[in-house]
């Protein structure tokens, strides 16, 4: 059971370059998030998906999108990176919204744009 | 959310209990508290959470005062392993889920 993957790990970019993250989970969850954390802050949520085909903006969705196309999958997408965007990104899930539930989190991607 | 003040660092003898304050003075009836660590700079991890009520689990226990202003989470027996930031959270469950709203946490230092 691997739980919350997230690929790639580490990845550079160059400012205006495109790249997509991708989250994986195993779990049958049908609730997903993007966070980011900058050093020394904690974690801000960027967008969330509640179920298979829908996306929701969270906090600091600005400069990203995200798709939900399988129920396992939720990509989160830079179509022009920016220096800013230098992060540490982290992919959770949980099984509902509801009281009882956790959230799970991968083990985040470090992207760095130059 | 109701914002939650932490203090920025705390240590604890290994072994010993580590007792890990926070302030949520604008909690509100119907929002929890959920308490969170993250090691190394891993992703998160879920410890516990609760309304009112004390709460323990495998991990550790949660104390919520009366009032709900302010909650402690204990480790009982802490282990250099348990060396993490420890976030508190209040946060309502909505139909959007576990949109957690992280602030910076308090860094546990437990020391031989």
């Known amino acids: 059971n691997a739980g919350v993957t997230q690929t790639p790990k580490f990845r550079v970019l160059k400012t205006g370059q495109s790249m997509t993250l991708l989250c994986a989970q195993d779990?049958?969850?049908?609730?997903m998030y993007w966070y980011r954390q900058d050093p020394g802050m904690g974690l801000r949520l960027i967008h969330y998906?509640?179920?298979?085909?829908?996306?929701a903006k969270g906090e600091v969705p600005d400069g990203y999108n995200v798709s939900r196309l399988k129920k396992q999958n939720f990509l989160l997408g830079l179509e022009s990176a920016a220096p800013s965007q230098t992060s540490v990104y982290f992919c959770?899930?949980?099984?509902?919204?509801?009281?009882?539930?956790?959230?799970?989190f991968g083990q985040g991607t470090r992207l760095t744009v130059v | 959310d109701a914002k939650t003040t932490q203090p920025p660092s705390m240590d604890c003898a290994e072994g010993r209990a580590a007792n890990l304050p926070c302030n949520h003075s604008?909690?509100?009836?119907?929002?929890?508290v959920y308490w969170y660590r993250q090691i190394h700079s891993q992703g998160p991890q879920y410890i516990i959470h609760?309304?009112?009520n004390n709460e323990t689990n495998e991990m550790a226990s949660l104390i919520i005062t009366e009032d709900r202003k302010s909650s402690t989470l204990i480790l009982p027996h802490a282990t250099l392993r348990d060396t993490a930031v420890y976030y508190c959270?209040?946060?309502?469950?909505?139909?959007?889920?576990?949109?957690?709203?992280f602030g910076t946490g308090t860094q546990l230092k437990v020391e031989l």
């Open positions: 959770a899930s949980s099984y509902s919204g509801g009281v009882d539930t956790e959230a799970f």
């Open positions: 604008t909690i509100s009836g119907n929002e929890y």
């Open positions: 959270i209040v946060t309502i469950l909505t139909g959007g889920g576990n949109k957690l709203t």
């Open positions: 998906s509640v179920g298979e085909g829908t996306t």
């Open positions: 779990m049958n969850h049908e609730y």
């Open positions: 609760g309304l009112k």
